[in-house]
């Protein structure tokens, strides 16, 4: 019964900013590892930034210095601030999160939400 919903998509303009958010909800026992990953027309999905527990973060090469990915642990909440956006980060958006649910067997799971539409565009 856990579930991910992502906000914050719609149309920007290149040079824009925009910042995703995505809130776990349902019975949680812990979160681990927080990500977001975006899949553009014609392609597979791909890693966009992943945090870490500790907070130690990694990103794809093409949104280094523009993208910065943070979480709430208090809200269930990731987030992803896009920065100097241009026409190839257009994509759907998909959190991602590592969760030990508190009902059914209860071990670490990957939960995905449903994306968000990004799309670059003057």
């Known amino acids: 019964q856990v579930q991910l919903v992502e906000s914050g998509g719609g149309l920007v303009q290149p040079g824009g900013s925009l910042r995703l958010s995505c809130v776990a909800s349902g019975k949680i026992l812990s979160i681990s590892d927080m990500g977001w990953y975006r899949q553009a027309p014609g392609k597979q999905r791909e890693l966009v930034a992943r945090?870490?527990?500790?907070?130690?973060?990694n990103y794809a090469d093409s949104v280094k210095g523009r993208f910065t990915i943070s979480r709430d642990n208090a809200k269930n909440t990731v987030y992803l601030q896009m920065n100097s956006l241009n026409p190839d980060d257009t994509a759907v958006y998909y959190c991602e999160a590592d969760i030990a649910p508190d009902s059914g067997l209860g071990y670490l799971n990957a939960y995905w939400g449903q994306g968000t539409l990004v799309p670059v565009s003057s």
């Open positions: 945090i870490t527990t500790g907070a130690n973060t």
